[in-house]
């Protein structure tokens, strides 16, 4: 167990909707990164937040979007969606920013139908 | 961009003798190297990284990578492979617009009885 908890772990839903994803990170960590895995794309990096702030951003799409809260969980918005966006959705954190290893919680199965 | 590329899509080896999953680099100065694990319908985790010192990095549950320069090389090994070791590996490359992981698009790792 990393300790980075998501929710929901399965997510079915309809193709124009939107879907918030949510993780909480380890206990300690003020990084959060969110990754999109399919078996087309691989794993993909999305968006990275640091202490609530945004810090860097990746291959993510302008109808996804995500934040931190000061709390340090963090959620990650999807729109408008499409059959394309099925996929693995993980959160991973780092203790900060830097060489630091990043712990990947169990991730979000997202199916668009 | 810095980079990483797995060679091989799988690795196929018996239970007892040496694994090597391959990965190679492509980075602007010093890269900073890791190596993930994902076993069926679980988060990735973390088995071992190179920032900087000793070329041979051990890790977590027996495994170690060898950092090559000359090579742009980093492969993990292990001495004698374990049918639980069967999974997808990934080779990953801290990325220097921040501090997000690009990944390999994995080897998956069969180790047979």
């Known amino acids: 167990d990393s300790g980075v908890t998501q929710t929901p772990k399965h997510l079915i839903t309809a193709t124009g909707q939107r879907v918030t994803l949510r993780c909480s990170p380890r206990?300690?960590?003020?990084?959060v990164y969110w990754y999109q895995q399919s078996l087309d794309q691989g794993l993909q990096f999305l968006i990275q937040?640091?202490?609530?702030?945004?810090?860097a951003k990746g291959n993510i799409l302008e109808r996804f979007s995500a934040q931190q809260f000061p709390d340090l969980h963090s959620e990650l918005n999807l729109s408008s969606l499409e059959l394309g966006d099925s996929a693995l959705y993980f959160c991973?954190?780092?203790?900060?920013?830097?060489?630091?290893?990043?712990?990947f919680g169990p991730g979000t199965r997202l199916t668009v139908t | 961009a810095q980079s990483v590329a797995q060679p091989e899509d799988q690795v196929n080896v018996a239970e007892g003798n040496p694994l090597t999953v391959k990965c190679t680099y492509s980075?602007?100065?010093?890269?900073?190297l890791f190596w993930y694990v994902q076993y069926p319908n679980r988060g990735l985790q973390f088995l071992l990284k190179?920032?900087?010192?000793?070329?041979l990095v051990k890790g977590s549950y027996g495994f170690e990578a060898e950092f090559n320069k000359s090579q742009t090389s980093f492969h993990l090994k292990k001495p004698s492979a374990l049918v639980s070791d069967s999974a997808l590996y990934f080779c990953?490359?801290?990325?220097?617009?921040?501090?997000?992981?690009?990944f390999g698009k994995g080897t998956s790792l069969l180790v047979t009885p």
């Open positions: 980075v602007s100065g010093n890269p900073y």
């Open positions: 990953a490359v801290r990325d220097w617009s921040g501090y997000a992981l690009n």
């Open positions: 937040y640091y202490n609530g702030e945004e810090r």
């Open positions: 206990s300690g960590d003020l990084s």
């Open positions: 190179y920032i900087t010192g000793d070329n």
């Open positions: 991973a954190s780092s203790v900060d920013m830097g060489p630091y290893e990043q712990y």
